[in-house]
Antibody
Framework: QITLKESGPTLVKPTQTLTLTCTFS??????????VGWIRQPPGKALEWLAL???????HYSPSLKSRLTITKDTSKNQVVLTMTNMDPVDTATYYC?????????????????WGQGTLVTVSS | DIQLTQSPSFLSASVGDRVTIICRAS??????LAWYQQKPGKAPKLLIY???ALQSGVPSRFSGSGSGTEFTLTISSLQPEDFATYFC?????????FGQGTKLEIK
């Protein structure tokens, strides 16, 4: 059974750094075609892709947030950590982590197939 | 960056209706497109990947089609549990952008 769960603070102050941890089970980040990504969703708004990391430490970031984001992994602990600096009230959102899977035997088969439940982070003084 | 535009943004329909949601990409993305369903307070759920492949466990009334820049998600006969918000997402190139969503409401 594959599960992911986000953890971290529910309230941060403006200018602070947010650190979120995604703890997963049922799969390994050492597997080919597997990555873990972060996606956020402000209340009532659309999903926004933030960052993604793979087994070989290949990382990708949203260009608009790249200067503020860092994604790291601890394969032995089955954890992926996202840090976002200089938090602002507009960063208030539910933050999700999700497994990115690509079946190399099937064309075009990239997807976020398993998601965590999400964690609401509010930025307020 | 690739922009995805969904239409319509809001859709009102009745149980039993056939509905279609469109997702247009600002440039060609082959078939690197997925569709998700999201209900209030819940994480998105994968419905379709590779533009037309049905994720395991998803009812066959859901189908996807398209390639290049225009894609569709069709629900053949709406069920009460299908009223939700639907998002498309492209995996052709980074950043992996999402559409703005289509909210499907009960008429």
């Amino acid at each position: 059974q594959i599960t992911l769960k986000e953890s971290g603070p529910t309230l941060v102050k403006p200018t602070q750094t947010l650190t979120l941890t995604c703890t997963f089970s049922g799969f390994s980040l050492s597997t080919s075609g597997v990555g873990v990504g972060w996606i956020r969703q402000p209340p009532g708004k659309a999903l926004e892709w933030l960052a993604l990391i793979y087994r070989n430490d290949e990382k990708h970031y949203s260009p608009s947030l790249k200067s503020r984001l860092t994604i790291t992994k601890d394969t032995s602990k089955n954890q992926v950590v996202l840090t976002m600096t200089n938090m602002d009230p507009v960063d208030t959102a539910t933050y999700y982590c999700a497994r990115r899977y690509h079946d190399i035997s099937t064309s075009y088969s990239s997807m976020f197939d398993y998601w965590g439940q999400g964690t609401l982070v509010t930025v307020s003084s | 960056d690739i922009q995805l535009t969904q239409s319509p943004s809001f859709l009102s329909a009745s149980v039993g209706d056939r509905v279609t949601i469109i997702c247009r990409a600002s440039q060609g993305i082959s078939s690197y497109l997925a569709w998700y369903q999201q209900k209030p307070g819940k994480a998105p759920k994968l419905l379709i990947y590779a533009a037309s492949a049905l994720q395991s466990g998803v009812p066959s009334r859901f189908s996807g089609s398209g390639s290049g820049t225009e894609f569709t998600l069709t629900i053949s006969s709406l069920q009460p549990e299908d009223f939700a918000t639907y998002f498309c997402q492209q995996f052709n190139s980074y950043p992996y952008s999402f559409g703005q969503g289509t909210k499907l409401e009960i008429k």
